[in-house]
């Protein structure tokens, strides 16, 4: 079994930039892929982006690509998402995500494992 906690969030203001951390433990096989969603109030869980184990791939969701990077840490167990020219359209509630296996979906419903959340608000 497998969980994830996130932390990082907080309060910035447009421009600014901010790293969340989410940090795995448990069975490692069940953690070969990560990724970052939000959500936000009203909305459906998004697709952030998304990483494999041995990082060869990577994915971004195309409202955050290019100011978003995702990386990770194998022997942390941790995943990091580093987000640059922050705007107030990307307030919301940001999920780290878990799976086995080396497939990376989209849609949150394939996700089989998920953290608390972590809220991250953007003011103009």
């Known amino acids: 079994q497998v969980h994830v906690v996130e932390s990082g969030g907080g309060l910035v203001q447009a421009g600014d930039s901010l790293r969340l951390s989410c940090a795995a433990s448990?069975?490692?096989?069940?953690?070969?892929?990560m990724a970052w969603f939000r959500q936000a109030p009203g909305k459906e869980r998004e697709f952030v982006a998304a990483?494999?184990?041995?990082?060869?791939?990577?994915l971004y969701g195309d409202s955050v690509k290019g100011r978003f990077t995702i990386s990770r840490d194998n022997a942390k167990k941790t995943v990091y998402l580093q987000m640059t020219f922050l705007q107030p359209e990307d307030t919301a509630v940001y999920y780290c995500?878990?799976?086995?296996?080396?497939?990376?979906?989209?849609?949150?419903?394939?996700?089989?494992?998920w953290g608390q959340g972590t809220q991250v608000t953007v003011s103009s």
């Open positions: 995500g878990a799976r086995p296996g080396s497939v990376i979906y989209r849609s949150a419903d394939w996700w089989p494992t």
């Open positions: 448990g069975d490692t096989a069940g953690s070969s892929v």
């Open positions: 990483t494999r184990l041995n990082g060869d791939l990577t």
